[in-house]
Structures are given as structure tokens and as C-alpha cells.
Nanobody, 117 residues
């Protein structure tokens, strides 16, 4: 099993920045890709950004140029630097990690990000 703990959410004004962190523990050797998803009220969960163990990056079009995902492998931690935040970025942000052998996705508990206009 893998446990994920997110931190760094909060309330910020439009145009501001936040940095989310997600620390993995447990059987971390099983992890391949790590990423961030978000779910706004009344909407389905959507991909924000993913980074593989080899460093390949994927971003949602809506966050390209504003958000940056990074990973510290020795610390088993993934970060999401969010700049130029918009009210439509308001959501619960979830950290995920994919098991390299089973393709099972592990999830964190989520952290709220609220962007005021």
C-alpha cells in the first residue's frame, strides 16, 4: 500500500500563487507516475498534471503556462506550483500515484484550493 498526504491548499486572490505538496509513504517502490487531479463542485474529477518516474510531463490545457509539476524522488514528494490563479481553478485538489505493476491508482485525501475574484 501507498499513503499520500497533501498540503498547501488555501484561499488566494485571483492572480496569486499557491504551492501544493504531496508526500508518499509506504511501499513507495511501487510508484511510477504521480500527479494532481482536481474536482470542482458539481463537476467530475479532472487531470491537472502528471509526472512519470522518468520525468515525462503532462498538463491539462487549462493550466499550461501557469502550473508546474515537479518531483523529488529521494523525498517521494510531488509538488504543484500554481501561478496566475483564476477563480475557475477553485476545486479540491487530489494527489495520485500509480502502481507500476497493478496500474492501481492511490489517492490522497484532497486539499481545498479557493481562488477569489
Amino acid at each position: 500500500q501507498v499513503q499520500l498526504v497533501e498540503s498547501g491548499g488555501g484561499l488566494v486572490q485571483a492572480g496569486g500563487s499557491l504551492r501544493l505538496s504531496c508526500a508518499a509513504s509506504g511501499n513507495v517502490f511501487r510508484i511510477n507516475a504521480m500527479g494532481w487531479y482536481r474536482q470542482a463542485p458539481g463537476k467530475t474529477r479532472e487531470l491537472v498534471a502528471v509526472i512519470t518516474s522518468s520525468g515525462t510531463l503532462t498538463y491539462a490545457d487549462s493550466v499550461k503556462g501557469r502550473f508546474t509539476i515537479s518531483r523529488d524522488n529521494p523525498k517521494n514528494t510531488v509538488y504543484l506550483q500554481m501561478n496566475s490563479l483564476r477563480p475557475e481553478d477553485t476545486a479540491v485538489y487530489y494527489c495520485s500515484a500509480r502502481d507500476k505493476w497493478s496500474d492501481l491508482d492511490y489517492w490522497g485525501q484532497g486539499t481545498q484550493v479557493t481562488v477569489s475574484s
